[in-house]
Structure formats: C-alpha cells, structure tokens
C-alpha cells in the first residue's frame, strides 16, 4: 500500500467543477491529481523515467480510496472580470475596448467565478492498495514535488509519498473499470 499526501498550504482549494463552474469540487477528483502529475512532469522536460512512473501509476486497475476530511466550508462564490488570454483584439463588436491602466488598448473581459472550500483539515490523502514498485519510487517522489498548485493556480500544494497513510473516510465505487463515485 502506498498513498500521495497533498497539503493545501493556503488551507483553502480552489477548485471548480468540471460540469458545474460556479460550484466547489471537494474531495477533488483524483484525475485531477493524476492531470497536476502529468502537468508538473510535462513542465519539468519530460523526464524518461518520471514517465514510467506515470505509465505505472495510470495503468493501476482499482481507484485510490481516499483519506479526507469531509467537513468542508465553501466560500460563497463572487463573480470577478477577468481577461480573456485567447483574445488580443483591443476593439470588441460594438467598440473599443476600457484602457487598460496607462496603456490606450483595452481587452476583452469575462465573467468568472472562482468557488473555493475551506477543508477541516488541509490535509487529504490518495491511497493505493498495490506496493509502488521500488525502482519507480525515487521518480514519483520527484514528480509529486515538482507539482506546485491543484485546481487554480491560486491553491498552492505540497505533495508527497506516504508509506502510512489514515484510514480511508471514502472507498471508490467501480463498475468495470469506471469509477462510479465514492462511499
């Protein structure tokens, strides 16, 4: 058995759901974690062996159970305008876009939301029921360090290898090899 800790080190997550942008995910889904391992691993120079670790830790059949705190407190989520990085044109249909500081060009601005859980405790763990090979470790340790933010960019992380970790507070449900939900 082994488990990856995550440490909210702002003891708050910002995270958005996927199919519903104006909510909160909490637990956060452990693809997510999986997606911030490939993000920090593909950012770092694509390292062959951090790869492998990857590769093994992808093709793991059964989901993680996960050791977290369900007590969670969501901050009411306000609307902020931010600009839109795909669009440099600093006239929009109608007309020219609101300056932009001191700068005469304007750009585009959309609303956005930014739903954010304050956990009970700003410690979770993804837990794995298989040994984690011993020649994969030393580069799965390095990947879950590389890792600096989960969710926004604005929830900073620590993460890391724990050899024993708490018990599980949610065990996955599978159907076939699709993870149903938690329990």
């Given amino acids: 058995m082994f488990a990856i800790g995550i440490e909210w080190l702002m003891r708050r997550a910002i995270i958005t759901r996927w199919d519903k942008r104006e909510e909160a995910e909490w637990p956060p889904h452990p693809d ?12 770092a120079g694509e390292d ?7 590769e093994w830790l992808e093709s793991v059949p059964a989901p993680p159970s996960l050791a977290v705190p369900l007590q969670a407190f969501e901050r009411t989520a306000f609307t902020s305008y931010v600009p839109v990085n795909d669009d440099s044109s600093p006239v929009g249909k109608k007309a020219p876009f609101g300056a932009m ?3 005469p060009i304007g750009r585009n601005r959309q609303p956005r939301q930014f739903p954010a859980v304050i956990p009970e405790s700003p410690t979770l763990f993804l837990i794995w029921n298989v040994d984690l090979p ?6 799965l340790t390095e990947i879950c360090a590389l890792v600096t933010y989960l969710g926004h960019s604005s929830s900073p ?4 290898i ?22």
């Fill in 157 to 160: 992380v620590r993460m890391w």
């Fill in 134 to 139: 011993a020649n994969l470790r030393p580069a």
């Fill in 48 to 54: 062959a062996s951090q790869r492998e670790a990857l």
């Fill in 162 to 183: 724990e050899d024993r970790p708490p018990e599980p507070t949610l065990v996955s449900i599978v159907s076939g090899s699709t993870l149903l939900s938690y329990r």
């Fill in 32 to 43: 997510r974690v999986f997606m911030a391992l490939v993000a920090a691993w593909g950012e």
């Fill in 101 to 103: 500081g001191s700068l």
